[in-house]
Structure formats: structure tokens, C-alpha cells
């Protein structure tokens, strides 16, 4: 690969950085994390019955330890409810409260519709495309990282 194209990729990725400086602000005490979360449970919802904290958790493909510490702030701030399963007291099952449904409405889905119009010009292919080229270059500089200390 040619060493120009790869600085065009770094340096796609630095402005890819700054795209998150243009998204709305979130109200006081709400942070990205929460609105990420409130997506994954409603998402899941739609496919299954009870969403646990594991299931967001592999959704995101975040640890555990995060998505339950997250998740107790946001039952804290009513924008989830927590409820232990019946069948398993280790499991907890999640639910978006209408506090998290009224969030979930206007940072996510109301958002995405916005962004899909201003965004018209850019096909889907291509959309499509750059996505799975960023997950693919993640996971491989993820896999194989690069030690600079022993390279001359």
C-alpha cells in the first residue's frame, strides 16, 4: 500500500474525530455513553423480550463492568429501569422509562432522520463502504499493534 494513502487514511480518520463535535448537545448530566445504551436497548427490544445488561454489553462490544456501572447512573436519572429476572436473580433485565424514550426519540432517532436527509448526496454503497473499511482497519491495528521502540 501506497505511504500517501496511508496518511490520507490517518488523516480521514483525525476529521472522522472531529464529526463527534458536530453532533447535538445533550442535556446537563446526560453523556454519549447514555444515549449509546438507550439506543442498544431499544434496538434489542424490538427482536426480543428482555434485554439484559450482557446483551448491550456484546451489543456494543463494551465490557460489562461499564454497561452496569452506566446503566445504574441512568436508573439513578429515570432514563432506565432496572428489573431482576424472575427466573435468574443475577440477571437483570433492562427497560427504556418514558424519561428514556423521550431521549432515545429525539438523540437518536430523530437525529438519524435529520442526518439521512442532509447526508442524500453520499450512496448508500459508498455509505456502506466506509463503514465497514473503518471496523475492518480498527480491527486489524487493533490485532496487530506496532512497537516503534524496536524498529530502525
Not at 427490544?45 to 465490557?63: A, H, M
Not at 427466573?87 to 424519561?99: C, S, Y
Request: proline content about 2%; glycine content about 4%; overall charge positive.
Amino acid at each position: 500500500m501506497k505511504i500517501e494513502n496511508i496518511k490520507r487514511m490517518l488523516d480521514s480518520f483525525y476529521e472522522a474525530g472531529r464529526v463527534l463535535d458536530y453532533l447535538p448537545r445533550l442535556p446537563e448530566g446526560v453523556n454519549i455513553s447514555y444515549i449509546h445504551i438507550l439506543d442498544s436497548v431499544y434496538t434489542l427490544s424490538l427482536k426480543k423480550e428482555f434485554v439484559r445488561v450482557s446483551d448491550v454489553s456484546k451489543d456494543r462490544n463494551l465490557p460489562l463492568s461499564g454497561i452496569t456501572r452506566t446503566a445504574k447512573e441512568m436508573e439513578k436519572k429515570g432514563y432506565i429501569k432496572k428489573v431482576i429476572s424472575d427466573d435468574d436473580a443475577r440477571v437483570i433485565n433492562l427497560f427504556l422509562t418514558e424519561k428514556g424514550m423521550e431521549l432515545y426519540t429525539i438523540f437518536v432517532k430523530n437525529y438519524q432522520k435529520e442526518l439521512a436527509k442532509i447526508l442524500k448526496d453520499i450512496s448508500e454503497e459508498k455509505l456502506l463502504i466506509t463503514v465497514e473499511t473503518i471496523y475492518r482497519v480498527s480491527e486489524i491495528m487493533r490485532n496487530n499493534k506496532i512497537d516503534l521502540k524496536n524498529k530502525s
